[in-house]
């Protein structure tokens, strides 16, 4: 089945950039959609089809996707960007499903 | 506003049978599919499966095939997710989250619920 692989914590200065990643075998070829999760929330959807923004979230989140790496980028980290964040992908394969990454905890120093 | 309103949280014995909830609002819940993910304590998140409630159509993980039931009633606007033999290894929390549907293809999660916290234990 598809994996996903993302670091397991990624460490920023606010102000800075943030860069989150998610590996896949030709990951480029499949739209990417990342969540955003507070500690004792729910997630919260923040960039869907590699780069759309939903209504709501700052223009400070941005997404990529090419080759086998798809990227999350956060602009001007600030402490309340502090959150674990999901890479997630509809995965067609024989048996069509929702894959997840392991998750990336964001850490603002 | 969409709102998804899941269930209260449970404490249930092993081998008991559960059913949660969730009951969508302020949008289409026909024209969306509902799908189902468990977060362990401490732990990531995992897809669970998913049903589209216009027709009842649902796909499940592998690793929950069997394991639960994923079902609808579109006249109430509510989703379930049931088990009929909880183990203590299904403590965790249940999220449920709407996913909009692009030529039968739920692409990805656009509104979340607020989760409901299932422990097991004797």
């Known amino acids: 089945s598809y994996v996903l692989t993302q670091p397991p914590s990624v460490s920023v200065p606010p102000g800075k950039t943030a860069s989150i990643t998610c590996g896949g075998n030709?990951?480029?070829?499949?739209?990417v959609h990342w969540y955003q999760q507070k500690p004792g929330q729910a997630p919260v959807l923040v960039i869907y089809?590699?780069?759309d923004r939903p209504s709501g979230i700052p223009e400070r989140f941005s997404g990529s996707n090419s080759g086998n790496t798809a990227t999350l980028t956060i602009s001007r980290v600030e402490a309340g960007d502090e959150a674990d964040y999901y890479c997630?992908?509809?995965?067609?394969?024989?048996?069509?499903?929702?894959?997840f990454g392991g998750g990336t905890k964001l850490t603002v120093l | 506003e969409v709102q998804l309103v899941q269930s209260g949280a449970e404490v249930k014995k092993p081998g008991e049978s559960l059913k949660i909830s969730c009951k969508g609002s302020?949008?289409?819940?026909?024209?969306?599919?509902i799908g189902w993910v468990r977060q362990l304590p401490g732990k990531g998140l995992e897809w669970m499966g998913i049903?589209?409630?216009?027709?009842?159509?649902?796909r499940y993980s592998p690793s929950f095939q069997g394991q639960v039931t994923i079902s609808a009633d579109k006249s109430i606007s509510t989703a379930y997710l049931q088990w009929s033999n909880l183990k203590a290894s299904d403590t965790a929390m249940y999220y449920c989250?709407?996913?909009?549907?692009?030529?039968?293809?739920?692409?990805?999660?656009?509104?979340w619920g607020p989760g409901t916290l299932v422990t097991v234990s004797s």
């Open positions: 302020g949008y289409s819940f026909t024209g969306y599919w």
């Open positions: 989250a709407s996913a909009p549907d692009v030529s039968g293809i739920p692409y990805y999660f656009d509104y």
């Open positions: 049903i589209y409630a216009g027709d009842s159509e649902t």
């Open positions: 030709n990951i480029g070829s499949k739209s």
């Open positions: 089809y590699d780069t």
């Open positions: 997630q992908v509809w995965d067609s394969s024989s048996d069509p499903h929702v894959v």
